[in-house]
């Protein structure tokens, strides 16, 4: 029943990326997690949203809510006190005051959007993959939620995959290098095009030669480095300047 009627859930944020991915341990607003909800069904529910309400006994969550940590700890309502201090029932109202109509928080996610402006979001394979996000392979185990692998533990921004930001595509992979580039990037492409006969110890160049070559080992980008040090006082000689420190002691 579950490799046919999984359910993926995820917190998403207003730009469809999904920020968190639900697995069995990922707690709820009711501070009870994920596996103590109701996730298997034999039918799946045509209504939306689908509701997984909570299967602890005396809780009043009717649906499971994703709400994000701050550190180790929950977030603040605008009434300032923690999310672990509302009702889980409908409404959310605070326990610690009375002039809170719910809880709304302004807690920033990693994604740039406020926590309020996400959903929980609870669909199927073919809903899921309709939106060409990744549903990983069926399995049997239970409350998996959004886990797919190894990736899905990290922030969406950080998630190389259709659910994150997105792999990036061969055409920019394979784009040249601009001005416009991280200074990183235009060394590398330096290191690549360049001889070491045309490496010189100023700018960029000295910090291009410094980095090991991909066809590389070891002994070879030592010798290069110090074929390099033994050019570069042999020209400081010829200049006039003062040779540099011998690595070598004298006879």
């Given at each position: 029943?579950r490799?046919q009627?999984?359910?993926?859930v995820?917190?998403?944020s207003?730009?469809?990326?999904?920020?968190?991915?639900?697995?069995?341990?990922?707690l709820?607003f009711c501070?009870h997690?994920?596996k103590?909800?109701?996730?298997d069904?034999?039918?799946?529910?045509?209504?939306?949203?689908?509701?997984?309400?909570?299967?602890v006994?005396?809780?009043?969550c009717?649906a499971y809510l994703y709400v994000p940590?701050?550190?180790?700890?929950?977030?603040?309502?605008?009434?300032?006190?923690?999310?672990?201090q509302?009702s889980?029932a409908?409404?959310?109202?605070c326990n610690?005051?009375?002039k809170?109509s719910?809880?709304?928080?302004?807690?920033?996610?990693?994604?740039?959007?406020p926590a309020?402006?996400?959903?929980?979001?609870?669909?199927?394979?073919q809903e899921r993959?309709?939106?060409?996000?990744p549903v990983?392979?069926?399995?049997p185990?239970?409350?998996?939620?959004?886990l797919t692998?190894?990736?899905?533990l990290?922030e969406?921004?950080?998630r190389?995959d259709?659910?994150g930001?997105g792999?990036?595509?061969?055409?920019f992979?394979?784009s040249?290098?601009t001005?416009?580039?991280?200074p990183?990037?235009?060394?590398?492409?330096?290191?690549?095009?360049?001889?070491?006969?045309?490496?010189?110890?100023?700018?960029t160049s000295s910090?291009?030669?410094?980095?090991r070559?991909?066809e590389?080992?070891?002994m070879?980008?030592f010798?290069?480095?110090?074929?390099?040090?033994i050019k570069?006082?042999k020209?400081?000689?010829?200049?006039?300047?003062?040779?540099?420190?011998?690595?070598t002691k004298?006879?």
């Amino acid at each position: 029943m579950r490799l046919q009627n999984r359910l993926f859930v995820s917190w998403r944020s207003p730009t469809g990326m999904d920020c968190k991915l639900v697995g069995p341990e990922t707690l709820c607003f009711c501070t009870h997690r994920y596996k103590q909800h109701k996730t298997d069904f034999e039918t799946i529910p045509q209504q939306r949203p689908i509701s997984l309400p909570c299967r602890v006994t005396g809780c009043q969550c009717g649906a499971y809510l994703y709400v994000p940590l701050n550190g180790a700890q929950p977030i603040r309502c605008r009434c300032k006190h923690f999310a672990d201090q509302h009702s889980a029932a409908p409404g959310f109202i605070c326990n610690a005051c009375s002039k809170c109509s719910g809880f709304h928080s302004c807690f920033t996610c990693a994604c740039g959007q406020p926590a309020y402006a996400h959903d929980t979001v609870v669909e199927t394979k073919q809903e899921r993959l309709a939106q060409g996000k990744p549903v990983g392979q069926d399995v049997p185990y239970a409350a998996m939620g959004g886990l797919t692998g190894f990736s899905s533990l990290a922030e969406g921004y950080m998630r190389l995959d259709d659910s994150g930001v997105g792999a990036p595509s061969v055409e920019f992979l394979d784009s040249p290098v601009t001005a416009r580039d991280h200074p990183f990037l235009k060394a590398f492409q330096a290191s690549c095009s360049s001889s070491p006969e045309t490496l010189t110890d100023v700018g960029t160049s000295s910090q291009v030669s410094s980095l090991r070559r991909p066809e590389e080992d070891d002994m070879a980008f030592f010798e290069r480095r110090y074929q390099e040090r033994i050019k570069m006082e042999k020209a400081a000689k010829l200049k006039g300047k003062a040779p540099l420190p011998s690595t070598t002691k004298p006879s």
